[in-house]
Structures are given as structure tokens and as C-alpha cells.
């Protein structure tokens, strides 16, 4: 529980400002010390202490801050640029943000190392020290003009390495009905897709399951993807990392829009360090909305998946006692990928969702509907999957994106 401290008598009152005045008049030998005390108005004996003792080291009352004054004016400067971006910075994100600022700044703190963030009471003595930062709900950039080629949306869906049978012709009212599939349950492989709303597509970025990557994995592959391997098979942050520099070697040039959800690999400083090393704009969508605004699920995933399944069980009739292999799996999503890959996929993704052109009544209300006293400022997703759902309330997309 976060915890605000209080004097329990009036010592101290006086000015941190004034005592550095002091200090230092001491210490360049301009004034003596009860002669400092005096004009300055703080007490002798603490002035005294400050001089000898603590070498002219003014200590808080409350507790010395985990980051010093500069570092912090640093962090806050850094989240109010962030914010007027429009980048969504809840609570729990700015105390990872310390950890991760005081890491790569090599400052000495001392967070919580397995947590791997600040700690509530710094967080909540942060906002106090730090007048210019408040919670508040999220309000819009203003709408820039911006052009098709340069809007970008990027999301992740699972391809599992078993086909999902059809339907097919059986006798009526029999119970029994079966198909062949490769396995019973197969491994998911996570394929990263990026589209534009000029209707581009950046190669698919492919995340096996494992640790050791192989040649013959991208066997069959469409032009131009790349392949990694994690342990789970889920997006991590330094695989979301690896996928930025991919998408950088084949985006429009200049500055550009990505628009994403707020998974938990999207959101880390480094992440967004290196997004602003490229010149690209995060914009992420409000929770619980990618039903609805991701134009990648608005129309391009099921397709994808149509015709992927459609390729596994055309691939499995001809290989009856083979299952479906992380080497075998690149052809067949190949021929998926250029069936769903279309310019009309893509445009009617950004159309369908109002992002491009920008419009605020393209969503029907009947999708908004749902619990609105959900806590979705603290929820962390852990898998690709997770982060969909069909609860939220109607957001103004123009107060969200960047268009």
C-alpha cells in the first residue's frame, strides 16, 4: 500500500534553497557559520552538520530519492514527450520505466531487481516531486493530415503446425465423425504481420518455438521473411525489438505511423528508444478494441487462416503419415500468405475501422457493448491470444490516432 509521509514536528521547515545558499557561503569562507544561519534563516546546528559532516549534502527528511534530481527531471521529461505523442503511460508502465531508465543510464537505485520496476511509495513520492505529471484519461493529438503509405498496423496471430479439419460428407446422424489431422495438438508457430493503408505489406516476421534456429526454416517462405526462435513461441520484447529493425529495412521512408495493440512487449523504454531512433510514431489502441479498430483482424487474419488450413489439409491428404513441420511449414504458408495478401485486404482493414480515411461512425455501437467498470489500466497479456477480447466501450478514435 502506498504510504504518504508526514512531519511529525515542524523541524525542517525551512528552505532546501535557502540551505544551499548557506552551505556554500560557508564553505567559499564568505561567511561564518552562525552569521550564514542568521541571514538565512535556517538552524545553526543543521547548517553546522551539513558543513562538517555531510559535505555540504542537503539529505530529505522523507528518504533520499531512488534516482537523483537530474535523473529524474530526465524521466519526467521523457514521459511528458511520450505523452504528447499520444503514447498511452499507465502507472505500472512508469515504474518500469524507472527500472529500465535507471539500467541503461547505469544510475545506482534501488528497485526491486526481480520485480523489475520502481516500487509504489517512489512511484507515488515520483508524481509528488514532479508538479508537471498527473493521471489523467488520455486526450487526443491534434489530427495531422497524413498519407496511406505511411499508416502502419502490426499484430501477431498463431498458425498452429496441425490442420483444422473441414467439413465433410458423412452419413446422416452418425456420431463418429472424423478427419485426419497432422497432429492432435499441434504447436503454434506466431507470425507478425504489418500492412499499410496504401495496401503494402511488410514481409511476415516468423517465431518458432525452440532455441536453435535452422536454414531450412525458411524453406518455402514469401520473399524476404525472417525467422526467429523463442522459447514459447510468443512474441517477447526483444523479439518485438528484432521485428522493428525488420520493419524498418522495408518501410516507407521518412517518419511513419505504427499503429499496435498494448501488449506487453510493445510497451518497454527500450522499445520505445528505439522506435524514436527510426523515426516511427507508436500509437497504441485502446485496451479491448483490437476487435474492432486493428484493421489486421478486421480483414486480413481469417482470410489468412482460411487459406492456410485450406493448404494443411490439401498437404496432409498427399502426406497421410507425415505431420506438418517447422520445414514443411513455409510453403504451405506461402500460398496462404499471397491468396490473403491483397491490396484490397489491406485497404478495406484501415476503411473498416474509420483509422483511413479517418472516420468516427465507421464502427457499428452494437460492438462497443459490454462491462465498462473493467481494470484494464494494470492487465499484462501473456500470450498472442490473450490480448483479444469483446468487452469495451466506445472510444473517439480520433482522440487515439495519429491520421
Not at 150 to 170: H, Q
Not at 182 to 197: I, Q
Not at 273 to 295: G, K, M, R, W, Y
Amino acid at each position: 500500500m502506498v504510504r504518504t509521509y508526514r512531519r511529525k514536528a515542524d523541524a525542517g521547515e525551512w528552505s532546501q534553497e535557502k540551505m544551499k545558499e548557506a552551505v556554500n557561503k560557508v564553505q567559499n569562507k564568505e561567511l561564518t557559520l552562525r552569521k550564514a544561519a542568521e541571514i538565512f534563516a535556517v538552524p545553526f546546528t543543521s547548517l553546522q552538520r551539513r558543513v562538517t559532516l555531510s559535505r555540504g549534502i542537503i539529505k530529505r527528511r522523507d528518504g533520499q530519492p531512488a534516482l537523483d534530481e537530474n535523473a529524474e527531471k530526465k524521466l519526467a521529461d521523457r514521459l511528458l514527450h511520450l505523452a504528447s505523442r499520444g503514447f498511452g503511460i499507465t502507472p505500472k508502465a512508469v515504474r518500469k520505466y524507472a527500472f529500465e531508465f535507471a539500467e541503461r543510464q547505469n544510475i545506482k537505485h534501488k528497485f526491486d531487481r526481480n520485480a523489475g520496476m520502481a516500487g509504489q511509495d517512489w512511484f507515488h513520492r515520483f508524481m509528488q516531486r514532479n508538479k508537471k505529471l498527473t493521471i489523467r484519461k488520455p486526450e487526443g493529438l491534434s489530427r495531422a493530415r497524413g498519407k496511406p503509405e505511411c499508416v502502419y498496423n502490426v499484430d501477431e496471430t498463431g498458425m498452429p503446425l496441425s490442420n483444422r479439419p473441414p467439413n465433410i460428407i458423412a452419413q446422416k446422424g452418425a456420431k463418429d465423425v472424423v478427419s485426419m489431422t497432422s497432429v492432435e495438438r499441434g504447436e503454434n508457430v506466431t507470425v507478425l504481420a504489418c500492412m499499410n493503408a496504401a495496401g503494402q505489406y511488410i514481409p511476415p516476421f516468423v517465431l518458432f518455438k525452440g532455441v536453435r534456429k535452422r536454414d531450412d526454416f525458411l524453406l518455402g517462405m514469401p520473399p524476404g521473411t525472417e525467422v526467429a526462435m523463442t522459447e514459447n513461441g510468443w512474441v517477447t520484447e526483444e523479439a518485438f525489438k528484432l521485428w522493428l529493425q525488420h520493419f524498418n529495412r522495408y518501410r516507407t521512408p521518412g517518419k511513419v505511423v505504427l499503429i499496435l495493440d498494448a501488449h506487453a512487449s510493445h510497451t518497454s523504454y527500450s522499445v520505445v528508444d528505439l522506435c524514436d531512433s527510426f523515426e516511427i510514431e507508436l500509437v497504441l489502441l485502446p485496451p479491448h478494441t483490437s476487435h474492432a479498430l486493428q484493421p489486421l483482424d478486421v480483414s486480413f487474419f481469417k482470410p489468412l487462416k482460411t487459406y492456410y488450413h485450406q493448404q494443411a489439409t490439401a498437404w496432409q491428404h498427399s502426406h497421410p503419415n507425415q505431420g506438418i513441420t517447422k520445414v514443411a511449414f513455409g510453403a504451405l504458408f506461402q500460398r496462404a500468405w499471397n491468396q490473403a495478401a491483397t491490396v484490397g485486404n489491406a485497404t478495406k482493414g484501415f476503411e473498416k475501422t474509420g483509422i483511413f480515411p479517418l472516420n468516427a461512425n465507421a464502427i457499428p455501437d452494437h460492438k462497443f457493448i459490454g462491462d465498462q467498470e473493467s481494470d484494464i489500466v494494470e492487465s499484462q497479456v501473456q500470450s498472442p491470444s490473450s490480448q483479444k477480447c469483446s468487452y469495451t466501450c466506445k472510444p473517439q478514435i480520433q482522440n487515439h490516432l495519429i491520421i
